[in-house]
């Protein structure tokens, strides 16, 4: 059995961490570049950094933040945000970044998922999936979002996730619009859904509130990995004690 990780997620805007609640109501949670030295010193298994207004602002991702994260850690960095060409993959992979995580640009030109795949390798090439529920004739279903949740796109989800992977794709970020930043619990019915209907690691987002929140979609969402903010940036939970829960609870942890 492959080792579940434990991922958190550095949502910046304007040089700061910030957290807010389905997309909205941001509140700063501090510097990235010190929370960075902070998570990797805890332990945690990956870090995803999310400039989180570069695609609303059409601008670049923050190059300078990365550079400083990448010389400070030493652990597996996706990062996210405006990216928009297999060049901008380039210049993230070259400031430090091991992974690029593309959204918005993804819906718009899929070819640029294939691509980058060509270019780089499919384990660079994340998949940021920012899914919201929808109500159908076909019982329950998610719609993907773009441009940091503020556009709907009418696409389902779990077909999105099934065309990305098919181009080249080598892992999906998953974050439920609905239970983000409101700690009541990941969207386990999602991430299972689109754990199934894949290939490649899913890791779920969105949601986390305690310990057994991350336990559940790891077990029930089959999810491969668990992506957390609040509850680790406001100290609610270390990594480390995180990390124990589940090795006690029987999931494969790296300690």
Known sequence: MLTKRIIPCLDVKDGRVVKGKSFVGLQDAGDPVALA??????GADELVFLDI?????????MVDIVEQISKEVFMPLTVGGGLRSI????????????KVSVNTAAVLNPALISEGAQQ????????????KKRQSDKGRSWEV???????????????????AVDLGAGEILLTSMDADGHQAGYDVE??????????????????????????????????????????????????????????????????
């Open 87 to 98: 060049e901008d993959m380039r210049r993230m992979l070259r400031a430090g970044a091991d």
């Open 53 to 61: 207004t570069a695609t609303p602002e059409g601008r670049d991702t």
């Open 145 to 163: 979002y773009v441009r940091s949740g503020q556009k709907s796109t009418g696409i389902d989800a779990l077909e999105w996730a099934k065309k």
């Open 190 to 255: 999602l991430s299972a859904a689109v754990s199934a209907a894949v290939s490649v690691p899913v890791i779920a987002s969105g949601g986390a509130g305690s310990l057994d929140d991350l336990y559940r979609v790891l077990t029930e969402g089959k999810a491969d990995a668990v992506l957390a903010a609040s509850i680790f940036h406001y100290g609610t939970y270390s990594i480390s004690d995180t990390k124990k829960f589940l090795a006690r609870k029987g999931l494969p942890i790296r300690i």
């Open 120 to 131: 780089f390798g499919s384990q660079c090439v994340v998949i940021a999936i920012d899914a």
């Open 37 to 42: 030295r902070f998570y990797y010193e805890e």
